[in-house]
């Protein structure tokens, strides 16, 4: 047996419904055990499987019908980063048969914010909470990649009532 706390939350989740989420994608610069190549290259946007890291987590993030995430990267990444975003990542041909074959909801809003890049990510966070408006904050680390179900997640986190 379930309670109506429960219920609800599952009936929103499965509505695809975020609305009271907001979500930060943490993009960072430079890994500091990957000086080597980030260096050269954003370590958000080194290559796994000819795409860029930073791909992964925003397709999942528009994968899961969330409609808008506030990317923070480093004011060193900001051009390399806001230039894969507008002009690369939209025209990737995994994104357009996503949004093709759900016609209806909107594209993904991508949101990108500078931080200094000696910041941490909890401090990379404090600078963006004008945008944390919800009561609810997803935060995703670009650099781990996978097809998540952040349903699930947002299931889980309604359900047992956790706050951030």
Partial sequence: MTNAAETDARDRTRRGSFAEFRVVLL?????SRMRLFTDAV???LLPIGNRPMLFYALYTIEHNSIPEVTLVTTERALERVTSYVEELYGNDPAVMALRSSRSSQPDLHVCIEAVPAELGSGEALLKVTKYLDAEDVLVV???TFGLWDLASLATTHRVTGATW
């Fill in 27 to 31: 993009a960072g610069d430079v890994g």
């Fill in 42 to 44: 954003p370590k958000c």
């Fill in 141 to 143: 680390s670009a650099d």
